[in-house]
T-cell receptor
Framework: DAGVIQSPRHEVTEMGQEVTLRCKPI?????LFWYRQTMMRGLELLIY????????DSGMPEDRFSAKMPNASFSTLKIQPSEPRDSAVYFC????????????FGPGTRLTVT | GESVGLHLPTLSVQEGDNSIINCAYS??????FIWYKQESGKGPQFIID?????DKRQGQRVTVLLNKTVKHLSLQIAATQPGDSAVYFC??????????????FGKGTKLSVKP
């Protein structure tokens, strides 16, 4: 089992550019979560999906952020346009409905917006 | 202006000693709790969980205690090792049995183990 896979691991971009973060959940898992972690705010849930359907996106900071899950094995988090305050580590996690609430986290994408 | 970072509580222990990390949760309706460990540069990793119908659960070298009366959770690590150095987060789920997800994470405690 490869675990949750995220790409890229590091992203450096200029303010105003579009950024797309990618996640492949653990095969067979049907819940997927996007988190953001900063020193200022800690670990924050942005959005989560059950069976590819967005359930709660109340944590998405603003309209510049969007997330999709076109199928059970892939999700994207897009920021357009990016701003320096978006700099953070973004984690994707997955879990299996009906088998407990343990979430398995990916290694994260460290985003720096200059 | 000066930025204010998240000030993590820090626990420093000697290798071989026992560690106790505490967490106060906010929602009295929360009925499922998890402890995660996050090492530098990595994602959080599950350690142990406990449901609200229990007050203690043991794993390998770890024990979680739950006191619902005062909404307090603790993680005890026996014979702490340098590899235990990390940030530890407690997380809660309100409305167990409802829709999956929506873990609410605490701010974390940094454990530093001195050799």
């Amino acid at each position: 089992d490869a675990g949750v896979i995220q790409s890229p691991r590091h992203e450096v971009t200029e303010m105003g550019q579009e950024v797309t973060l990618r996640c492949k959940p653990i095969s067979g898992h049907n819940s997927l979560f996007w988190y953001r972690q900063t020193m200022m705010r800690g670990l924050e849930l942005l959005i989560y999906f059950n069976n590819n359907v967005p359930i709660d996106d109340s944590g998405m900071p603003e309209d510049r952020f969007s997330a999709k899950m076109p199928n059970a094995s892939f999700s994207t988090l897009k920021i357009q346009p990016s701003e320096p305050r978006d700099s953070a580590v973004y984690f994707c996690a997955s879990s299996s409905l009906g088998e407990g609430y343990e979430q398995y986290f990916g290694p994260g994408t460290r985003l720096t917006v200059t | 202006g000066e930025s204010v970072g998240l000030h993590l509580p820090t626990l420093s222990v000697q290798e071989g000693d026992n560690s106790i990390i505490n967490c106060a949760y906010s929602n009295s309706a929360s009925d499922y709790f998890i402890w995660y460990k996050q090492e530098s540069g990595k994602g959080p990793q599950f350690i142990i969980d406990i449901r609200s119908n229990m007050d203690k659960r043991q794993g390998q070298r770890v024990t979680v205690l739950l006191n619902k009366t005062v909404k307090h959770l603790s993680l005890q690590i026996a014979a702490t090792q340098p590899g235990d150095s990390a940030v530890y987060f407690c997380a809660e789920i309100p409305n167990y049995g409802g829709s999956q997800g929506n873990l609410i994470f605490g701010k974390g405690t940094k454990l530093s183990v001195k050799p």
